[in-house]
């Protein structure tokens, strides 16, 4: 006969793993666990079941919510520390613009940077996503008649060059356990008459994997 304190084991071993994945603080938008929080709220609920049940159960129904509890519980975790290893990270609030503003005349070069603090955590690829306008919003526009190449200077495989539409993101390889990103982007004026100021921000950055 089992111990009636181990009516309680499923629901603890639940609960436990509930805790230590929300005390590890995970990275990357709620959505990517959904696998992981799906399998951790069935192993509560069958283990509550069985917790809740005050009428003597069969020993098959008893060990049935046990053994899903249990497995949900292990296939949760895994499910967790999986998205948890290769989530994507939003560090868009860590990229810092080198440079001096305003853009202006032919091949002037504007450097967006990120240090070793937000890549603590190794992924294989940047999307960097910046957005090219006018400086000065009063000013007779401009900016679409500017092109801008960015070129991935340090921290990822060479030769790394991909023209920038303004709002879609760009994609770059990085090396593994790089200590620093430098994106140079260079900026020509398509009529260099017509003395363009131009301004360029990131506008969203992830570190992610293939």
Known sequence: MMHPSARWLPLLLACAALVI?????????????????????????????????RKTPSVAAVGALSLVSVLATVGGWLSFRYAAAHADIDVTGQVRRVGTLP?????????????????????????LTLTVSDYDPSAPACAYRTAATAYLMDGGA????????????????????????????????KDPGRHCRTDIRATEAVLHDS
Request: glycine letters at 8%; proline letters at 9%; aromatic letters at 4%.
């Open 158 to 189: 060479p030769a790394q060059e991909v023209p920038v539409r303004s709002g879609r993101p760009l994609d770059f390889v990085l090396n593994a356990g790089t200590p620093s990103v430098r994106i140079q982007v260079m900026l020509t004026e």
């Open 21 to 53: 994945a929300q005390a590890t603080d995970p990275h990357g938008p709620a959505g990517q666990y959904t696998p992981s929080i799906a399998l951790a709220a069935l192993a509560v609920a069958a283990a509550a079941v069985r917790v809740l049940i």
């Open 103 to 127: 853009l202006a005349g032919r091949a002037h070069t504007l450097d967006f940077t990120l240090g070793g603090a937000a890549l603590r955590e190794p992924r294989e690829r940047l999307r």
